[in-house]
Structure formats: C-alpha cells, structure tokens
C-alpha cells in the first residue's frame, strides 16, 4: 500500500519555489543569448516564393468546392499545367538534398551549431544543479491520484515502490518545468521565442526544407481532387430550414 507523505514547507521554500525560478530565469537568459548569437541573413527569394505558392495551393484545396466548377478548373491549370504551372518542378531543375546544402553551407551549419550549443549547455549545466544539490527530494505532490505507468516519469531518482505515485521528485519537476514553461514563455517573451525546447529538439532529428518535395506533393494532390460544388446543398438546406421553420 502507497505510503502518505507529509512534505516539509522548507522543501517548498528552498527546493520547488528555487527551481521553478532558477528554470524561468534561465530560459530568459538562454533566449536572449541565442538572440545575440543569431546572425541575421537574408531569406532566399526563390524559397519565400515557392513556400507562398505552396499555401496558395493548400488554400485552392482546402476551398475547391466553394467555388464554382469552371474557375477551380483554371485555377487547378494554372497550378498543375505541365508547361509552365506554378507547382510544376522540371527534372533538371529539381534542387538539391537540403541537409547536403546546410553541410556545404559553412554559415548555415555555424547557426545550427550555436542554436544547439545554446540549448545543449544550459540544459547540461542545470541538470548537474539539480542532480548534485537536489537529487533524492520529494518536491511536490499532484492533487489527484494516478495510475502506476506515471510513476517513472514523476519519480525519477526515488527508488520507492511505496511511495505513492502522485508524489513529484525534485528530478521530474525539473523535466515538467523543462517542457511545460512554453506557455508562460510566451506571455513573457511572445509567441516567436527561442526556448521552445521540444520543437528545437524536433528539428535536430530531421532539419532541412526541400521545395520541389512540397511543389511535387502539393501538385499530386490537386490532379486527384474531385470538384463537388457546395452552393447547391446550401439552397437546399436552407430551403429544409424555412420549411420547418414555417411549418
């Protein structure tokens, strides 16, 4: 049987209020750092424009049936058309392997590199901290029960089974604050900051935007769409809509 626990207020005070500000603190200062360490460069035009053409085409998908059958088939040529449509990428002119570019590129692959130091070293430095002077504590205590499957991810570094797993140690309030600040980092430093560790963590695994993939996906599924004119049905329930309401 799980075991209750009556958790010190000096835990709170010294352990749980310092980490959870130590945490915001830093992810400010790692923002603001990895501001400095930006360099500013130029959006490649051809890019900005294909990735425009791009949304334009998704918008012609996602609004085929609300116009009428002869304008989403002009439209549908002036994207698809095999001579000169907007989507349409020739062989020859198909671009590269984007990561190939990065690597070549020895600027783009200095940015991804300070991008991942100033997230790779904070998170080193600070999970050192936390593992030195508060590993072993019992920080914090959820207010309704859990199943045994969360045991591991909020009780990491406490090897009790008895205890029960509501309990939060002072190692999985570090990963919770790690993940779980996006919302108050974006009431703080706005939508558009760079202490997004999940998504950063995420572009690690697969970087890279390839245009003719997209230009070529985006094409695909324009020549398949079916045009099912939508004006018709309105007039027909609005019409079952009058009639019940009249009747």
């Known amino acids: 049987m799980a075991e209750d626990l009556v958790l010190d207020t000096a835990i709170r005070n ?3 209020i310092p980490l959870s500000v130590v945490m915001v603190l830093i992810g400010v200062l790692r923002y603001f750092v990895s501001k400095l360490m930006r360099s500013s460069q130029n959006p490649d ?4 424009k294909e990735g425009q053409v791009i949304v334009r085409a998704r918008n012609l998908r996602a609004a085929a049936n609300f116009i009428p059958a ?3 088939r002009a439209r549908k040529a002036y994207f698809t058309n095999e001579e000169n449509g907007l989507l349409h990428v020739p062989k020859g002119q198909a671009q590269n392997n984007p990561q190939a570019q990065m690597f070549s590129d020895p600027n783009m692959a200095m940015d991804m590199m300070k991008k ?3 997230m790779i070293i904070p998170q080193t430095l600070t999970f050192a901290w936390v593992n030195f002077f508060f590993s072993g504590f019992v920080a914090a205590k959820i207010p ?3 199943t045994q499957r969360f045991r591991s991810m909020l009780q990491n570094g406490i090897d009790l089974s008895t205890v029960d797993v509501s309990y939060v140690s002072s190692r999985s309030w570090y990963f919770l604050n790690l993940f779980g600040l996006r919302g108050l980092f974006s009431l703080i430093l706005g939508e558009e900051n760079a202490t997004d560790d999940t998504q950063r963590m995420m572009q690690m695994s697969g970087f890279g935007f390839d245009p003719s993939k997209s230009l070529g996906a985006e094409k695909d599924g324009l020549d398949i769409i079916q045009h099912d004119w939508a004006m018709p049905k309105f007039e027909q329930r609005a019409e079952a809509v009058l009639r019940k309401l009249v009747s």
Do not use: M
């Not at 035009?45 to 900005?48: A, E, G, R, S, Y």
């Open 45 to 48: 035009l051809k890019i900005v």
């Open 70 to 72: 002869k304008a989403f």
């Open 144 to 146: 309704f029960p859990l």
């Open 14 to 16: 010294w352990v749980l």
């Open 116 to 118: 991942n130091l100033s």
